[in-house]
Each structure stands twice: as structure tokens, then as C-alpha cells.
């Protein structure tokens, strides 16, 4: 997988300020772990790391926190996000109610537009090759692709406030859903669940869509709870042994 460090003149090249680039290349970096949860940040590492000063370094740490991916203990500094149980029940616990709604609104009043957007989605995500034969930039495409789905479904909602909040609930669970993806073998079914939820949407059955779409967060938050509490027993074990 590419490093997001090295993305970061690209970005810049692209007509992003160093502010904008700072930012996401910071945030991917905490998305997929390549700064550990609840690791801490030092301000003049990650200056170092990035190549930039510390004034965009500071704003993109403060944006960060309002996302709720960095927590700031005063005296103690910066950490990224824990990501633990707690954050993972909450998030998919709004996730399940919102993204219902989401679905429903999004199925009465997604336009022409939305629509091809998911119907293309759909399609890069079926020309991707069986999971077993992924590369992990694949990997990588195969989440970003089933998260933008998501992202499409709450913009077509025409809800901006609820995009906007969908849009930080995502980012939270981004991390458990990347776990899922490399731990669990379930991503034909997530796949199968989203063509169902965009038929319903591009039908304009918006019960049908909100019903699906909250039955996708649930199995898919099931699978994910399994996977941190054998995460957990298996590290209190090794306490115990140690
Ligand atoms: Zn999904």
C-alpha cells in the first residue's frame, strides 16, 4: 500500500492548500492504522514526517479532534482515537438508526444523477477480483468503495445535515470496518445487501431501502462485536500468562 506520506505533495499539486492536504494525509494515516489507536502524537515527529510546519500541522490536529479521531488530554498532549468497544457501539448505534433514515430519504428523493453514481459504484466494486486474490491496495479500494456508497446514499438523502453527521459517524467506524474486511470473509454478502438497498433506493421503495439498510449495519456490527471480544479475551488471556 502506498504510504499517505508520499501522497502528500500530490495532493498539494493537485490545487489542495498544504492546509487541506495536511489534514487527509494525517486522517488516512490514522484511518488505516498506520498511527496506532491510541498511540500518541508528537507534534514535531509527525512535522518531521510529513515535511510541513507546525501552523497546518496544529489546525489539521484540531480538525482532527472535532472529528472526533484525535482526543486531546490537556497536559498529556495528542492521541489518535482508542477505537475501542465503547466508540464502536455508539458509533454503530447511530449509524444503524441514521443510515436507515438515510436510505429512506434518499429513496424518495435521490436524483437521476445519484442514481448512476451508484449504479457505478456497484460496478467497480463487482469488476474487483475474488477476495482472496486482492493485493492490499485492492483491499484498500474495496473499503473506500463500500464507504462511498454509504457517503453517496446520505448526500442523495438531500438531508445536509444528516450527511454531515453520517459523514463523522463513517469516519469513525472506517477502522472496524477495515478489521471486517481483513478479518472476516463476509464482503460478497455486504455486497449482495448493497445492490439490494440501491434497487430499493432507484425503485423508490423507501421502506424496503431504510429496513435493508438497518439490517446491513446490524449484521455487519455483529460481526465486528465477535471480532473485538475475541480480540479482547485474547489479550486479557495473554495478561494473565505474562
Ligand atoms: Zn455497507
Not at 83 to 111: C, H, M, P, W
Not at 208 to 218: D, K, S, T, W
Request: glycine share 6%; hydrophobic share 40%; with cysteine.
Amino acid at each position: 500500500m502506498d504510504g499517505s506520506v508520499e501522497k502528500l505533495p500530490t495532493q498539494a499539486a493537485r490545487g489542495k492548500t498544504l492546509k487541506e492536504a495536511t489534514y487527509g494525509a494525517l486522517k488516512a494515516m490514522i484511518l488505516i492504522g498506520e498511527l496506532a489507536p491510541g498511540s500518541r502524537l508528537t507534534e514535531s515527529a509527525l512535522a518531521e514526517r510529513l515535511k510541513v510546519s507546525r501552523t497546518p500541522l496544529r489546525e489539521a490536529l484540531n480538525r482532527l479532534e472535532r472529528d472526533g479521531l484525535v482526543t486531546n488530554r490537556p497536559r498529556h498532549g495528542c492521541f489518535v482515537a482508542a477505537f475501542d468497544l465503547k466508540t464502536f457501539e455508539e458509533s454503530f448505534g447511530i449509524r444503524e438508526v441514521l443510515d436507515g433514515y438515510a436510505a429512506e430519504q434518499a429513496a424518495e428523493n435521490a436524483s437521476a444523477e445519484d442514481k448512476i453514481r451508484l449504479r457505478g459504484i456497484l460496478a467497480r466494486s463487482q469488476s474487483l477480483v475474488p477476495p482472496a486474490e486482492r493485493s492490499m491496495d485492492q483491499m484498500v479500494e474495496q473499503l473506500q468503495l463500500g464507504l462511498d456508497l454509504h457517503h453517496v446514499i446520505a448526500r442523495a438523502s438531500g438531508n445536509d445535515q444528516l450527511a454531515d453527521t453520517l459523514t463523522r459517524i463513517l469516519d469513525r467506524c472506517h477502522h472496524f470496518v477495515w478489521m471486517e474486511l481483513l478479518w472476516l470473509d463476509h464482503w460478497n454478502e455486504a455486497h449482495d445487501e448493497h445492490v439490494e438497498i440501491v434497487d430499493a433506493i432507484c425503485g423508490g421503495n423507501a421502506e424496503r431501502a431504510a429496513g435493508l439498510a438497518r439490517h446491513h449495519v446490524r449484521s455487519s456490527r455483529d460481526d465486528i462485536r465477535r471480532l473485538l471480544q475475541a480480540r479482547f479475551a485474547y489479550k486479557s488471556a495473554l495478561a494473565r500468562v505474562s
